[in-house]
Protein backbone atom coordinates (compact mmCIF):
# COMPACT_ATOMS: atom_id res chain seq x y z
CA UNK A 1 0.00 0.00 0.00
CA UNK A 2 1.07 3.28 -0.97
CA UNK A 3 1.96 5.88 1.94
CA UNK A 4 1.33 8.74 0.41
CA UNK A 5 -2.53 9.12 -0.64
CA UNK A 6 -3.72 11.29 -4.09
CA UNK A 7 -4.55 14.18 -2.16
CA UNK A 8 -1.02 14.19 -0.54
CA UNK A 9 1.39 13.59 -3.97
CA UNK A 10 -0.94 16.56 -5.40
CA UNK A 11 0.15 18.94 -2.75
CA UNK A 12 3.33 17.53 -3.00
CA UNK A 13 3.53 18.44 -6.89
CA UNK A 14 1.92 22.00 -6.59
CA UNK A 15 4.66 22.57 -3.85
CA UNK A 16 7.37 21.58 -6.06
CA UNK A 17 6.22 23.31 -8.89
CA UNK A 18 5.32 26.28 -7.08
CA UNK A 19 8.86 26.44 -5.71
CA UNK A 20 10.43 26.09 -9.56
CA UNK A 21 8.20 28.99 -10.63
CA UNK A 22 9.14 31.09 -7.83
CA UNK A 23 12.96 30.70 -7.98
CA UNK A 24 12.74 31.58 -11.60
CA UNK A 25 10.56 34.34 -11.54
CA UNK A 26 12.64 36.12 -8.66
CA UNK A 27 16.17 34.80 -9.75
CA UNK A 28 18.12 37.16 -12.33
CA UNK A 29 17.65 36.41 -15.68
CA UNK A 30 20.84 34.90 -15.73
CA UNK A 31 19.13 31.64 -13.81
CA UNK A 32 16.60 31.26 -17.02
CA UNK A 33 18.82 32.37 -20.09
CA UNK A 34 19.26 30.43 -22.50
CA UNK A 35 20.86 30.66 -25.80
CA UNK A 36 20.32 31.50 -29.44
CA UNK A 37 21.51 30.94 -32.78
CA UNK A 38 21.43 33.66 -36.05
CA UNK A 39 22.90 35.32 -38.77
CA UNK A 40 25.15 38.31 -37.84
CA UNK A 41 24.16 41.05 -39.93
CA UNK A 42 25.33 44.35 -38.21
CA UNK A 43 28.28 45.28 -36.28
CA UNK A 44 27.51 48.63 -34.15
CA UNK A 45 30.47 49.38 -32.60
CA UNK A 46 33.34 46.96 -31.07
CA UNK A 47 31.09 45.69 -28.88
CA UNK A 48 27.44 45.20 -30.04
CA UNK A 49 26.09 43.50 -33.06
CA UNK A 50 22.71 42.84 -34.75
CA UNK A 51 21.42 39.01 -35.37
CA UNK A 52 18.92 37.50 -37.15
CA UNK A 53 17.11 34.80 -35.33
CA UNK A 54 14.39 32.76 -36.62
CA UNK A 55 11.69 32.28 -34.58
CA UNK A 56 9.68 29.08 -33.56
CA UNK A 57 6.48 30.52 -36.22
CA UNK A 58 8.89 30.58 -38.51
CA UNK A 59 9.19 34.19 -38.63
CA UNK A 60 12.76 35.98 -38.28
CA UNK A 61 13.83 38.84 -35.76
CA UNK A 62 16.77 41.07 -35.57
CA UNK A 63 17.90 41.45 -31.74
CA UNK A 64 20.12 43.80 -31.19
CA UNK A 65 22.94 42.16 -28.61
CA UNK A 66 25.48 43.94 -26.41
CA UNK A 67 28.88 41.78 -25.67
CA UNK A 68 28.36 40.64 -22.34
CA UNK A 69 31.63 41.17 -19.70
CA UNK A 70 33.42 43.96 -21.71
CA UNK A 71 33.52 47.49 -23.27
CA UNK A 72 35.14 48.61 -26.63
CA UNK A 73 36.18 52.25 -27.43
CA UNK A 74 33.46 54.67 -28.70
CA UNK A 75 33.02 56.24 -32.15
CA UNK A 76 35.24 58.99 -32.13
CA UNK A 77 37.21 57.64 -29.23
CA UNK A 78 40.69 56.21 -29.97
CA UNK A 79 40.77 52.59 -31.10
CA UNK A 80 37.00 52.80 -31.75
CA UNK A 81 37.22 52.34 -35.70
CA UNK A 82 39.20 49.24 -35.04
CA UNK A 83 37.56 47.82 -32.23
CA UNK A 84 34.44 48.09 -35.04
CA UNK A 85 36.65 46.08 -37.83
CA UNK A 86 37.76 43.19 -35.50
CA UNK A 87 34.41 42.63 -34.01
CA UNK A 88 33.11 42.88 -37.99
CA UNK A 89 36.25 40.82 -38.85
CA UNK A 90 35.47 37.41 -36.09
CA UNK A 91 31.40 37.49 -36.66
CA UNK A 92 29.80 39.93 -39.57
CA UNK A 93 27.86 37.74 -42.20
CA UNK A 94 28.75 34.72 -39.94
CA UNK A 95 26.42 31.82 -38.15
CA UNK A 96 26.94 32.61 -34.29
CA UNK A 97 25.86 31.04 -30.94
CA UNK A 98 24.50 33.61 -28.52
CA UNK A 99 24.62 33.02 -24.94
CA UNK A 100 21.81 35.18 -23.07
CA UNK A 101 22.89 36.98 -19.73
CA UNK A 102 19.41 39.03 -19.88
CA UNK A 103 19.24 42.85 -21.11
CA UNK A 104 20.79 46.08 -20.50
CA UNK A 105 18.83 49.16 -19.46
CA UNK A 106 18.57 49.67 -23.34
CA UNK A 107 16.68 46.66 -24.10
CA UNK A 108 19.80 44.68 -25.92
CA UNK A 109 20.67 41.56 -24.96
CA UNK A 110 23.45 40.83 -23.20
CA UNK A 111 25.28 37.76 -24.68
CA UNK A 112 28.51 36.24 -24.97
CA UNK A 113 28.74 35.72 -28.67
CA UNK A 114 30.34 32.40 -29.62
CA UNK A 115 31.79 32.52 -33.49
CA UNK A 116 33.17 29.97 -35.74
CA UNK A 117 36.83 30.86 -34.48
CA UNK A 118 35.68 30.98 -31.08
CA UNK A 119 34.44 33.66 -27.86
CA UNK A 120 34.51 36.78 -29.39
CA UNK A 121 34.20 38.70 -25.81
CA UNK A 122 37.56 37.41 -25.00
CA UNK A 123 38.91 38.09 -28.74
CA UNK A 124 38.44 41.71 -28.77
CA UNK A 125 40.06 41.91 -25.06
CA UNK A 126 43.28 39.17 -25.81
CA UNK A 127 43.69 41.88 -29.07
CA UNK A 128 43.61 45.01 -26.56
CA UNK A 129 40.14 45.98 -28.62
CA UNK A 130 38.19 46.53 -25.27
CA UNK A 131 38.54 46.37 -21.81
CA UNK A 132 36.87 44.31 -19.08
CA UNK A 133 33.67 45.81 -17.92
CA UNK A 134 34.89 45.73 -14.50
CA UNK A 135 31.53 47.28 -12.76
CA UNK A 136 29.19 44.11 -14.73
CA UNK A 137 32.13 41.31 -14.70
CA UNK A 138 34.67 39.91 -12.50
CA UNK A 139 35.34 36.97 -15.52
CA UNK A 140 39.08 35.33 -14.62
CA UNK A 141 39.76 34.66 -17.61
CA UNK A 142 38.91 37.66 -19.65
CA UNK A 143 41.00 39.43 -16.48
CA UNK A 144 43.75 37.41 -17.98
CA UNK A 145 43.50 38.26 -21.21
CA UNK A 146 43.40 41.96 -20.26
CA UNK A 147 46.39 41.55 -18.58
CA UNK A 148 48.20 40.10 -21.13
CA UNK A 149 47.24 42.45 -23.86
CA UNK A 150 48.19 44.99 -21.74
CA UNK A 151 51.44 43.89 -20.42
CA UNK A 152 52.14 42.82 -24.20
CA UNK A 153 50.80 46.79 -25.41
CA UNK A 154 48.54 45.45 -28.00
CA UNK A 155 45.91 47.29 -29.55
CA UNK A 156 44.83 50.31 -27.44
CA UNK A 157 46.96 49.44 -24.35
CA UNK A 158 50.05 51.11 -27.03
CA UNK A 159 48.92 54.15 -26.15
CA UNK A 160 50.15 56.18 -23.24
CA UNK A 161 47.32 56.69 -21.29
CA UNK A 162 43.81 54.96 -22.53
CA UNK A 163 40.98 56.22 -21.73
CA UNK A 164 38.15 53.34 -20.74
CA UNK A 165 35.14 53.93 -22.72
CA UNK A 166 33.09 54.63 -19.74
CA UNK A 167 35.27 57.59 -18.41
CA UNK A 168 35.30 58.92 -21.88
CA UNK A 169 31.39 58.93 -21.98
CA UNK A 170 31.02 60.36 -19.00
CA UNK A 171 33.85 63.44 -19.63
CA UNK A 172 31.86 63.78 -23.03
CA UNK A 173 28.29 63.97 -21.23
CA UNK A 174 30.26 66.40 -18.60
CA UNK A 175 30.91 68.72 -21.32
CA UNK A 176 27.08 68.61 -23.54
CA UNK A 177 25.98 69.68 -19.95
CA UNK A 178 28.20 72.84 -19.74
CA UNK A 179 27.51 73.44 -23.31
CA UNK A 180 31.07 73.00 -24.64
CA UNK A 181 31.77 72.15 -28.49
CA UNK A 182 32.93 68.63 -29.28
Not at 24 to 40: D, L, Q, Y
Not at 137 to 157: I, P, Q, T
Amino acid sequence: MNPFSVSQLSRCEVLAVSLVAFFCFFSGSSAVAGEFRGKVVGVLDGDTIDVLVGRTDGAVERRRVRLADIDAPEKGQPFGARAKAALSTLVYSQEVRVVDRGSDRYGRTLGVVMGATGEANEAMVRDGLAWVYRRYSSRADLLAAEAVARGERRGLWALPSPTPPWQWRHDRAGTAVLGVSQ
